[in-house]
């Protein structure tokens, strides 16, 4: 590597991923989630929304023309889960796994990890998502004219979620 490239950043590369499931009755942190990861599922692509702070705008009284904006309740956005169609569907199955009883308040029992992992020797990056439930299951269109593969989608909702790169975790891959 040249001197001149030393201190450059390096983006996130997207080679490899792998997704986990980890149910949570109690508070977790970021380590016992990625350790206590015993189901690991395959997806084809995976949509990551971001991280949305609503803005909440207040009005000066009186004759001034001036607006606060004051930051309020931040929102994460929905997780998809892509997965080719398949007897033994990985995105029924975790609907299944997850998904809420009608009526009930207990939603987001589970915690998700997200593993992607670029060179060889770097250090992976994990995205955590925290209360995690199903909200739909979408399959495309099936037509026999198309040479397309079938793909099921699968979205949820989180409550909350965290990006980290982990330097201290040595992974076993």
């Known amino acids: 590597m040249s001197d001149i490239m030393a201190g450059v950043y390096e983006p996130i590369l997207n080679y490899q991923f792998k997704v986990?499931?980890?149910?949570?009755?109690?508070?977790?942190?970021?380590?016992?989630?990625i350790t206590?990861?015993?189901?690991?599922?395959?997806?084809?692509?995976?949509?990551?929304?971001?991280?949305?702070?609503?803005?909440?705008?207040?009005?000066?009284?009186?004759?001034?023309?001036?607006?606060?904006?004051?930051?309020?309740?931040?929102?994460?956005?929905?997780?998809?889960?892509?997965?080719?169609?398949?007897?033994?569907?990985?995105v029924a199955m975790l609907r299944n796994m997850i998904a809420v009883?009608?009526?009930?308040?207990?939603?987001?029992?589970f915690a998700m990890v997200i593993g992607m992992y670029s060179y060889p020797n770097t250090d992976p990056t994990f995205w955590y998502f925290m209360?995690?439930?199903?909200?739909?299951?979408?399959?495309?269109?099936?037509?026999?004219?198309?040479?397309?593969?079938?793909i099921e989608r699968l979205e949820l909702v989180v409550t909350l979620a965290e990006l980290d790169v982990v330097s201290e975790y040595n992974s076993s891959e």
């Not at 986990?20 to 989630?33: G, Q």
């Not at 599922?41 to 207040?58: A, M, Q």
């Not at 009608?102 to 987001?108: D, I, L, Q, W």
């Open 20 to 33: 986990s499931l980890v149910p949570t009755a109690t508070e977790t942190s970021n380590e016992e989630l």
């Open 36 to 90: 206590g990861a015993n189901d690991t599922l395959g997806f084809n692509e995976i949509s990551i929304g971001g991280n949305e702070t609503e803005v909440y705008e207040y009005k000066e009284g009186g004759m001034n023309e001036y607006t606060h904006n004051f930051p309020g309740h931040a929102k994460a956005g929905r997780l998809i889960l892509s997965h080719g169609l398949s007897k033994n569907s990985t």
């Open 101 to 109: 009883p009608k009526g009930s308040y207990e939603a987001g029992s």
């Open 131 to 150: 209360r995690v439930w199903p909200v739909s299951i979408k399959i495309n269109n099936l037509n026999t004219s198309w040479s397309d593969v079938a």
